[in-house]
């Protein structure tokens, strides 16, 4: 029995023993496609000779100094590239240790922002609903995911709370699209206003949704939208890409392809491909200025930021992606793959919307298409599916929908950008077996 405390207290997961490319393999010597990268993270694959070369040498030269201390080459360098390949005036990184780390240290800097420039009483943020801004508690508190925060209130931060875009839940038959990302951003600018925009420190949100809803972009139009009313309310526009980000969408950060430049960015998981834990908070100018200008210190920190070894990693992740022209394979592969999915699970019955960008790909799943009403979540139709994946050698990434119906059950995949066009057709292929067996099951 494991003394792990693991995510069930009720199982404990095949033992995971060895990795390759797209693969990894278990210690009963199973196989199976990695069509998640885990939880969107192996974006290289496993085990890239580059990357561990990467690794081998920072660890024979140095593994680990101290901020207090010290800084590195390899760590400049990593800021260096992140910032030169950051459109707009993102000058500036700060490297943690994951995603949850970097809201936090997001939501800090940003507060800290309207300290030094003398506005002290903006003290909250507005976010979304079905929103996952991480496990911490500052994160919790922005996230707009209920069943993860039900049982942590009261939450740390006051946050504004405003819906989510999901054109394919919310969108109304008679409504455009034009007409319905509209609606939100009104909806956006009165809860601003209710709010008292002097209160308010700026809004935050996942670029593409990854895990509450599984790949849910962004309506035309409407992240321009966000940027204006940040703008007009002088409220600082922080984009949660932790998951979206770092090419998994086609362009290194997601909101690149909506045209708008935030003032904060929090990446982590893509960033450094799972070889290391990193995450990492891009500031634009006027945030780093105002802290040099003020007290010339930003009152945070951690015993691992800047490590030099996970940014040893995620420099080596980022230049094979920049060497190897990869952002063009996750044009490439993801055109397939949502073509595939669109054209191989689109007719099933149970198969409500397939959606994303690039390799960041989400199949939500119904129990009546026209009305979209979901699965009952007591059947834990995902649960199912998942372990028939991996009984079939695939790991997806599936999620449960909402007791209250908001969002159905839905299917994350997020293969490594050196994916190959056969193992895309096996996934939608495997994919579409299990929806139609799981889903037969159940079905009324
Ligand atoms: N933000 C987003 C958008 C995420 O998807 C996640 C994780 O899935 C996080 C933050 C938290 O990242 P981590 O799990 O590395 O703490």
Redesign the pocket.
Known sequence: MSQIIHRSLHSTPPVAVSAQGAYITDAAGKRYLDACGG?AVSCLGHAHPDVLAAMHRQIDQLAYAHTGFFTSDTVEQLAAQLTRTAPGDLNYAYFVS??????ETALKLARQYFVEIGQPQRTRFVARAQS????TLG?LAVGGNEWRRRQFAPLLIDVVRVSACNAYRDRRADESEQAYTQRLLNELEQAILEAGPETLIGFCA?TVV??TTGATPPTPGYLQGVRRLCDKYGMLYIA?E??CGMGRTGTLHAFEQDDVVPDIV?I??GLGGGYQPI?AVLASEKIVAALQAGSGLFQHGHTYICHPTAAAAALAVQQVIERDNLLEAVKTQGARLHQQLREVLGELPHVGDTRGRGLFAGVELVEDKASKRPFDPAFKLHAQIKANCMARGLMVYPMGGTLDGQYGDHILIAPPFIVTASQIDFVVDTLRQVIVEETGKLAR
Do not use: F, L, P, R
């Not at 994951?98 to 809201?103: H, N, P, R, Y």
């Not at 996952?132 to 496990?135: E, K, L, M, T, V």
């Open positions: 939880a994951g995603g949850s780390e970097a809201v996952y801004h991480g496990n994160a996942e990854g895990a949660d932790v998951m929090t982590a998981k995450g």
